[in-house]
């Protein structure tokens, strides 16, 4: 049998904690399928005197992680601290350009530094696997880029943030509000104590940054993103989606169109027979579409200690069988080098449907100039309502709009044209629509 597989691991939190636990109680079936065994010889975090309920008394302990990259004696360094820059950024850099493997889960890391780190490793000849990193325990990673190979990617889209998708269903099934459903979420542990970074799409972003690049062979364009969170999103959009047969979701979408790429995380409505709108709670969701298959779409655990660690530990076993000067599969599935520059379609050209909820004063004439403003914009409207406005007495009407596929530059305009009339109360709201093909 070939000698144990030699693994360090920077961050015992709640991703380290479970993986160290799952390797240590599964190490003879690990043993089994990978040929080898898997050995956790070398260990870091903040506090070494922090109680872990786990057993690490047989790994050397490294007060550092970028010391534990450069010195340890081992194979893989599985990098499980997360944050894009300092000591995660600075040690998988360090273990990289040592040859040795990695195994990261770092989406912000990726999103930042992916091209830069593929790069070093293609030219070490080491492997950078990062399932864990996208919609955790899914293996969307894995999809793109080896079991799709040839296929042409059109759209890739998903549910990647399971603190919105959370928030967003207990709005839904228990009428709370968006402040009620975070605050619940906190207590619960499936939001952080600063929520910015989920709530406003910034984690989406970076997941799905990663996603495109895969997808469409291009370089990672983090900073490229049309960015829109969910903190906008009142208990009366969902229930006049609900009434108009939608649901509504955090969605990431990269998606290929004749200007370019288009990548774009907001909330979106989606059919409510739709697949991907059964996807509830902190579960995630990836779709893909492409020429030859068709469309894949893969639900699943988007994170937590064990899920996450399942994606990490099937990244070590990968690298156990792998046999030392063997062919690569390219990091981004496309070599490094060979990376497109990333081109940006203009989110104003972006198409499709819209939702467009407006509050406005209960006066004759409001009716017809709102139609007035979407024909002057070209938007064909496939319906308009009026409705009570529960809350405003006599004094204001909701008036909803679906429309036909349009541009977003034709439903700006209008907006703002809108917003030009004294009949309008308050800020209006627009919700993209988004359709799945075959799911
Ligand atoms: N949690 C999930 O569900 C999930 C899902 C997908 C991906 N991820 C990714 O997995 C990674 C880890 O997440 P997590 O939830 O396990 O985080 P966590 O619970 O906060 O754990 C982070 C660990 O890293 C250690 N650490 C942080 N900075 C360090 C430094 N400068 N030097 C040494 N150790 C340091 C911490 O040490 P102490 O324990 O001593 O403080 C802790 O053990 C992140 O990249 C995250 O985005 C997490």
Redesign the pocket.
Known sequence: MADALKVGI?????????LVRIIQTRANELTVTCGRAIEITAV?????N?D?GIDISRATWFD??EKLAAEADIDVFV?????AE???AD?VRAALTRGLHVV??????LAASGVELAGIAEEKGALLNFE??VA?GIPVIKALRESLTGNTVSRVYGIMN?TCNYILTRMEKEGLSFADCLKEAQRLGYAEADPAFDIEGN?TAHKLAILTTLAFGTEIAADEIYLEGITNISIEDIHAAADLGYRIKLLGVAQQTDSGIEQRVHPTMVPHDSVIAQVDGVTNAVAIESDILGELLMVGP????D??AS??LGDIADIAKSRPGAQRVPVLGTPAAALAPYKRARMQSHEGGYFIRLTVADRTGVFASIAARMAENAISLESIVQRAKPDAGDTAKTIILVTHATTEDSVRKAVDAIKQESYLVGEPQVIRIERPKAF
Do not use: I
């Open positions: 920077a961050g015992l939190g709640t991703v380290g904690a479970s870091t975090a903040r506090d070494r922090r872990r550092s992680p990098e499980l601290m997360g944050g300092g000591a995660a040690s990261t889960a770092n989406k912000a890391l864990a990193a955790g399971g984690d988007g994170a937590g200690g899920a996450t994606a990490v």
